[in-house]
């Protein structure tokens, strides 16, 4: 079959203020338009398909080796400045293949595991507890400034034992490493600023190493200084990579679960009353507004090997993109796919990717999103949305989430 098929349609469109509400009707009309065609804008194979997205997500002919940033055209001070943020960069695992990733992966597993993530659970139901009642003392609030931003920063930051006065500067270049993983629709100024940011980031952590090595403590961090398989540990360009992939990785992702979900909550009373009745469920009810409404949209990998999927010839180099919330949304997975059921069983979602990437903070941002709803069902279920004009979206190819959402407090 032919490779290349001009289509007018692009997944970029989901930029466009229309979309912006919900890309799920784009992703339908790619779907049954043309499920696995080239977008000229991304200049990628676009794949909306759920049998594709996850038979991609676990073939080996894909490489994940896809973070670039050519500094090529920069002036030589620049370039030096970011050549230690763009080092420890290349050593996420998230970018690496095996017997990379699968080396680094299982280290950082050995310090992250779900013992650790298991004992902060009285810690963030204390912080849930304390950051609504900070906010139930107002009128209105902002749900995602006050509530979904704050919390999963600070579990983070206190996993990986960074002290509370150093919090602030913490979230900022969270901020700013989250804009460089947006690579798709990334200005060259906030590159700029995010590699700085990271830069930052880099040099604040060498400082908690060195400490560490004078006063062993027992958190995230330490537990990942002195991980090891045999002789092997990692290297500090590595042990930098993966926190700054811990921190931003589990920071925006979070914060959108939650505030996407509580959206979906308060314009769907029913299903929060339901929540409120049935706490114990919140764990299924989490899969279901993880599948919704999910935070990463979507991934990419470049093709190693030419191949074929469905009609179209992929050509080893190219660039594809698996549309993880065109997939949660396939009717040919799901029933009634567009409409939120909190009890949906069998719900095999790929909003935390698939296959040896699959995420590895998902049993944290499981503990905390179901602390944080079944919170928020018990206190906040009467919350209404102060003013539907002023829910703030951004929307970009990878990521979804809220940048403001007015809550009225009942
Ligand atoms: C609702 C919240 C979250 C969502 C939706 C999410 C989603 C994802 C997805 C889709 C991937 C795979 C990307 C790919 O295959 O290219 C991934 C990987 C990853 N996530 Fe998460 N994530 C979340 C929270 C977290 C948290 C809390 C952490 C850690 C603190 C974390 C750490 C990671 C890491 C380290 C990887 C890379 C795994 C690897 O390459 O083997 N994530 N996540």
Request: with cysteine; proline share 6%.
């Amino acid at each position: 079959m032919s490779s290349q098929n001009a289509s007018s349609l692009s997944l970029v469109e989901v930029m466009q203020t229309r979309y912006q509400e919900s890309p799920y009707p784009l992703y339908h009309q790619l779907r049954e338009h043309d499920p696995v065609y080239w977008d000229e804008a991304a200049h990628s194979w676009v794949l909306t398909r759920y049998k594709d997205v996850l038979s991609a997500l676990r073939d080996p002919r894909f490489t994940a080796a896809r973070f670039t940033f050519d500094t090529s055209g920069f002036p030589a001070e620049f370039q030096q400045a970011i050549e230690p943020p763009i080092r420890a960069l290349t050593r996420q695992m998230l970018f690496l293949d095996p017997p990379d990733h699968t080396r680094l992966r299982g280290l950082v597993s050995k310090a992250f595991t779900p013992r650790v993530v298991e004992a902060i659970r009285p810690h963030i139901q204390q912080l849930v507890d304390q950051l609504l009642d900070t906010m139930q003392t107002e009128g209105q609030t902002d749900l995602i400034e006050h509530f979904t931003y704050p919390l999963p920063a600070i579990v983070i930051a206190e996993l990986l034992g960074v002290p509370p006065e150093d919090r602030e500067r913490f979230i900022i270049w969270s901020g700013d490493f989250g804009a460089l993983l947006e690579a798709t629709d990334i200005s060259a100024d906030d590159a700029i600023r995010g590699l700085y940011g990271v830069n930052e980031f880099i040099q604040y952590f060498r400082h908690l190493i060195a400490q560490r090595a004078q006063t062993p403590r027992e958190d995230l961090l330490q537990a990942l200084i002195n991980a090891h398989e045999g002789q092997d540990k990692l290297s500090e360009d590595e042990l930098l990579g993966n926190c700054v992939l811990l921190l931003a990785a589990g920071h925006g992702t979070t914060t959108h679960l939650i505030g996407n979900g509580f959206l979906a909550l308060a314009r769907h009373p029913e299903q929060f009353a339901w929540l409120k009745a049935h706490p114990e469920q919140a764990p299924l009810a989490i899969m279901e507004l993880l599948r919704y409404d999910g935070p990463v949209q979507a991934t990419s990998r470049v093709a190693t090997a030419d191949m074929q999927i469905g009609d179209k010839h992929i050509t080893a180099g190219q660039n594809v993109i698996m549309c993880l919330g065109a997939a949660s949304h396939d009717p040919e997975q799901f029933y009634d796919p567009d409409n939120l059921h909190l009890d949906r069983k069998e719900n095999h979602h790929l909003a935390f990717g698939q296959g040896i990437h699959y995420c590895l903070g998902a049993p944290l941002a499981r503990l905390e999103a179901e602390i944080a709803f079944a919170s928020l069902a018990r206190r906040l279920s009467q919350a209404k949305i102060a003013d539907e004009q002023a829910v703030q979206w951004f929307s970009g190819i990878v990521f979804r989430g809220l940048g403001k959402l007015p809550i009225v407090l009942a």
